[in-house]
Structure formats: structure tokens, C-alpha cells
């Protein structure tokens, strides 16, 4: 039996959107700048000027107006620009960026009913078409206007002259004082907003432009066997400055462990005289918020930094998230530590390398979140004493999340601190930390030799990179002794520091660069009798010093605004 077919009434939808605003039926698209579909903030520099672009346009014949909307995020209220139209559906607008936050902005249009009319009956007066009703609904739509009380006076003038005078009412009401009035105050339909709010981060000019020098406070000191002191720092303080630099990088001031303490070159042995390294940080004399005694008291650090401000100095720190086995952190949070099942506890490893004077903390599980709160803390405990500036060791071996959100808890209080990621790492990574907040980032730019290498470099850290990622180029680390510069002799660190000062906005040297410090151990890239593991006292008026061009190109870096970025 064959069966008729039925007819099924159709359901009603659900309007997508509102028919009394028909907000969307102005599109936008292809906002820029943007990152990650809007997931990653951009950067920029307080006093810079933002260049917002998209693609806008409407249904039919109708005009239409652009604002590029935006605030520092605290702000409730949005400020707006007016964006100008290029081609092709193209507008573009701009704002400046005039604080230290992060901002929000966006872009919202609408069919601006007035510009619409006023085409429309240009073209109708160019073509001697009868006015009368337009010109009418052309001053109700003046008379709709709703400008602030500043601006009601102006409304009331237009009208008047209007109503008084039809011969001249076309005049008026195409004038282009009458189309500025209303493209502010006049009625906007079908108002849309994309559908993003964008982040921008406006940081000061130092986390774009700064040039770094590198020492250990241990070796300021004029006997090797003798600890340098803070008051040893403070007396280089004017040689550091004079050769141009503006930032002073210590690697970590903590109190050292005494449990399986390095001895020279790395030796897992260690005399009594070895200092050990100081990247194992912590033991009976405190922790992260300690100082190594030997480098004097926390008063004594306090006048360090009022000493280099004075100097136009910044003193930045080391941020390093590990432990010696005699850290303070380790008999009061045992739960933030990995132990064997023999209950000893796991050292680091980094495998064929050991580090048996460090072990490493676990951020999940019950380390969370007591642990991520303790090492905030730890940051805002030196931000207390004035450090504005913390270079972070090692990066790219914690979570992602965690920087993330200690970058931002820090930086809503403080704008003003920035991080450098001191990351060596694969790609992805090092760029991923930029993008969750990162200010600064060391590079490959140590290991860019040849010409076509560098440039093709370059280009890519000038690509959609820019946005987000800036460059810091080391010429040289305490990790990091270059073949090139072992190979090269005093040439090649006058090379070396030319490239990375002209083409990065952030440079540094780690000091003992500029006297040409090269001898490796053998077949590595590290330095014979690192200062990682000793005091290390220097000539630095030795024979054959490149001094002299260092200050020369900082000065030059100063001197021309073009070098200020990369």
C-alpha cells in the first residue's frame, strides 16, 4: 500500500539576531592587528600609536561610519577614534597608547543615515530633481540628533537657520559642518561591534630598548680569594655605565647550598674554598628571598640600588625556580618536591648533563597552588626592595600556565616590571612565551653566523613575530661561549657586538666580552674555569680590550631613534 506524502509545517527559528536593531547587518572583518585570532596580546611601547585596520561594510547603497574603540583595561567606559576609509572596504583608525597597561580595543560601525541622505540628495540637486520632502526628512533627521549638552546649542542653530530660510536649506543641510555635527551626534542604525575585545600591552620603553651588562657580585673583588661584596659592586657601577649601559643583570645573590656543592669547571667535588655554583640556590642562611651572606645585608643591597639609580642604572635579578638540597622550601613543603622510593629526593637532570647540587619543584598535584603563591611572592618580595627588571632562568622547563599567570598577577599591580625568558629552546616554545606575556626573549642570534643566516633571522623576528616576541641579543652568557667568538679573536667580538647592537632594540654582553675572553673547554661551547664555579677578577684595561667600541655603540644606539627596536 503506497502511502500519500505528508506535509510537515516548518518550525520557526529562533532570529540570530535583533530586528529592531538588526545589530550585524554591518560586517566586520579582518581586524589588525591581532595575533591567534585575538588570543594573544600585542605589544607596544607607552607613546606609541596604534593602527587598527578592517574590513567593514553593509548591505545596498547606504553609508556607513567606523570607530576603533578603546581603554586601559581598568576603565569601564571605551574612548573611540574615528576610523577613515581606504579602498575596498578597507578603513583604518588609530589611538595612543598613554599609560603603562594593558589595553582593550575593537572596532564597532554602524549605517549612518544622515551621510546616506546627504549622497542621495547631492545627487538628486546635481540632477535638478525637486528637494522639498527630502530636505524635510533631512531636518527631522537633525532634529532626531541627541548631542551632549555642550553640543545642544549647535543643534538648535542648524535648526533655526533651517526653518528660516527653504531657499537656503539645501545649502545648510549638505554643508560639511552640518555632516560633521551629525556624523557625531546623529542617529546611528544597525550599530555592530566586532566581536572581540583585542588586548594591546603598552610597556615602558626600557622592555623595547635596553642594553645589558652581565656580572657576578661574588667577583667584584680585587683578591679571587677573597668574596666581592655589594660595596664591590657599587664601585663598578661607573665603569658599567660609562660604557653605555643601562641595565645591570646579576645572576643569583642567594645564600648556596653546601650538599653536593660543584667545585671548579663543574667538578662534583668541591674544595672548602669553592663557592659553588650559585644557581643552587638556598640552605641554612635562607632562601629565594635571601641573600648570600658573604655579599653583605639586605641595607647593603638596598644601597646598591639607590646607588645605580643614581647612576641610571637598573639592577635586574635572576629568577630561578630550583633548589639546592639544603633549601629552607625543602623541610617545610616536602610535598612540593619529587622523592624516589629509596626517599631520597630526585636531583635535576637534564640527561647526558646532571645537576646533583639542584633538585626541581613540581607545580601540580599537591604543590598547587601553595607553591605558585609562594613564588609570586618570591617576585614581589624584590619588587618590595626596588627590582623592577627579573631575567628568568630557564623558562621553557615550567608550565605555561604558571608564567602566564604570575606575569599577569604581577604585572596588573606593576605594570612597570618586566621578564626576559631566558629560553634556549625549540621554537614553538620560545615563541609561546612571548605570546602569554614574556617582555623580552633571548634568541638564536649567538649561533647566526653567516650573512644569509642572520638576515633570514632578521626577517622573520620582523614578521608577524614583531607583534609580540622582542628580541634580546646576548653576544655571549656564562653558558654560552660561542665557536664563533673561540675562533675569531678580537675581530670577531667587534663583529659580533656591532650585529647585535644595531639590529635589536635589547642587547647585552656578559662581562669579561670586552676583553676578548674566549678559551673554551675543550670541544664545548662553554668557558675554561667558568665563573659559574669561581671568583673571577679581570684586567679590564688588559691589551687588546674593544672597550672603546662598545661605548661607541651604545652611543650610537642612543643617539638614533631608529635603533630603538628591532
Same mark, same amino acid.
Given at each position: ?72 583595561? %581598568?576603565?569601564?567606559?571605551? /574612548?573611540?577614534? &574615528? ?5 575596498? #572596504? !578597507?578603513? @583604518?583608525?588609530? =589611538? ?91 542617529? %546611528?542604525?544597525?550599530?555592530? /561591534?566586532?566581536? &572581540? ?5 603598552? #610597556? !615602558?620603553? @626600557?622592555?623595547? =630598548? ?109 629568577? @630561578? ?112 612565551? @612571548? ?132
Amino acid at each position: 500500500m503506497t502511502r500519500a506524502p505528508t506535509t510537515r509545517t516548518p518550525r520557526a527559528r529562533t532570529l540570530a539576531v535583533s530586528p529592531q536593531t538588526a545589530e550585524g547587518r554591518v560586517i566586520i572583518e579582518a581586524v589588525v592587528p591581532q595575533i591567534d585570532c585575538g588570543e594573544t596580546p600585542i605589544k607596544r611601547i607607552v607613546g606609541d600609536t596604534l593602527e587598527v585596520e578592517a574590513d567593514v561594510f553593509t548591505d545596498g547603497h547606504e553609508k556607513i561610519a567606523v570607530d576603533v574603540l578603546y581603554r586601559p583595561e %581598568r576603565e569601564t567606559e571605551w /574612548r573611540r577614534a &574615528r576610523m577613515q576609509f581606504l579602498e575596498n #572596504d !578597507r578603513w @583604518a583608525g588609530s =589611538f595612543t597608547l598613554d599609560e603603562n597597561a594593558r589595553h582593550l580595543y575593537t572596532v564597532e560601525a554602524w549605517r549612518d543615515p544622515f551621510a546616506s541622505w546627504q549622497a542621495g540628495v547631492q545627487k538628486k540637486r546635481d540632477a535638478g530633481q525637486n528637494l522639498t520632502l527630502e530636505l524635510e526628512n533631512g531636518l527631522d533627521l537633525v532634529r532626531q540628533a541627541k548631542p551632549p549638552r555642550t553640543a545642544a546649542r549647535a543643534k538648535d542653530a542648524i535648526i533655526a537657520e533651517a526653518e528660516s530660510s527653504e531657499a537656503e536649506r539645501a545649502t545648510l543641510l549638505l554643508a560639511p559642518r552640518v555632516l560633521d555635527f551629525m556624523s557625531a551626534h546623529g542617529r %546611528r542604525d544597525n550599530v555592530s /561591534r566586532y566581536g &572581540r575585545e583585542l588586548v594591546v600591552i603598552a #610597556d !615602558r620603553k @626600557a622592555a623595547a =630598548f635596553s642594553s645589558w651588562y652581565e656580572l657576578f657580585p661574588r667577583s667584584q673583588t680585587e683578591n679571587p680569594r677573597q668574596h666581592g661584596t655589594f660595596a664591590g659592586v657599587i664601585t663598578q657601577l661607573p665603569y658599567v655605565r660609562d660604557l653605555g649601559f643601562d641595565v645591570l643583570y646579576f645572576p643569583p645573590i642567594h645564600p648556596i647550598g653546601k650538599k653536593n656543592r660543584k667545585g671548579r669547571n663543574n667538578a662534583l667535588s668541591a674544595s672548602p674554598a669553592d663557592p659553588g655554583s650559585v644557581y643552587a640556590i638556598g640552605s641554612d642562611e635562607g632562601g629565594h628571598d635571601a641573600l648570600h651572606p658573604a655579599l653583605g645585608t639586605m641595607d647593603d643591597f638596598l644601597r646598591l640600588i639607590e646607588s645605580a639609580r643614581a647612576h641610571d642604572l637598573e639592577i635586574a635579578l635572576d629568577f @630561578a625556580i630550583q633548589c639546592s638540597p639544603d633549601h629552607p622550601w625543602i623541610k617545610e613543603h616536602p610535598e612540593w618536591f619529587e622523592w624516589r622510593k629509596d626517599g631520597s629526593i630526585a636531583y635535576a637532570e637534564n640527561p647526558p648533563k646532571k645537576y646533583e647540587d639542584i633538585v626541581n619543584v613540581q607545580f601540580y598535584g599537591e604543590s598547587f597552588p601553595s607553591l605558585w603563591l609562594a613564588l609570586r611572592d618570591v617576585v614581589l618580595f624584590w619588587i618590595g626592595k626596588g627590582v623592577r627588571i627579573f631575567r628568568v632562568d630557564n623558562p621553557h622547563t615550567k608550565p605555561i600556565p604558571f608564567w602566564r599567570w604570575l606575569i599577569e598577577e604581577v604585572n596588573r599591580k606593576h605594570p612597570d616590571v618586566f621578564f626576559l625568558a631566558e629560553a634556549f629552546t625549540r621554537p614553538p616554545m620560545m615563541r609561546k612565551l @612571548a605570546k602569554i606575556g614574556f617582555q623580552q626573549s633571548y634568541t638564536y642570534f649567538t649561533w647566526r653566523d653567516e650573512k644569509w643566516d642572520i638576515t633570514e633571522y632578521i626577517n622573520e623576528l620582523m614578521g608577524e613575530m614583531a607583534e609580540y616576541y622582542r628580541p634580546n641579543f646576548f653576544v655571549n652568557t656564562p653558558d654560552i661561549n660561542p665557536l664563533y667568538l673561540q675562533t675569531s679573536g678580537r675581530p670577531g667580538f667587534i663583529v659580533r657586538s656591532t650585529l647585535a647592537a644595531m639590529l635589536a632594540g635589547n642587547w647585552g654582553i656578559y662581562s669579561g666580552f670586552e676583553i676578548c675572553e674566549s678559551e673554551p673547554l675543550p670541544g664545548r661551547e662553554e668557558y675554561l674555569d667558568s665563573e659559574k664555579y669561581e671568583i673571577r677578577v679581570r684586567d679590564f684595561n688588559a691589551p687588546g680590550n674593544i672597550k672603546d667600541h662598545i661605548r661607541a655603540l651604545n652611543r650610537i644606539r642612543q643617539e638614533n631613534p631608529a635603533l630603538h627596536d628591532v
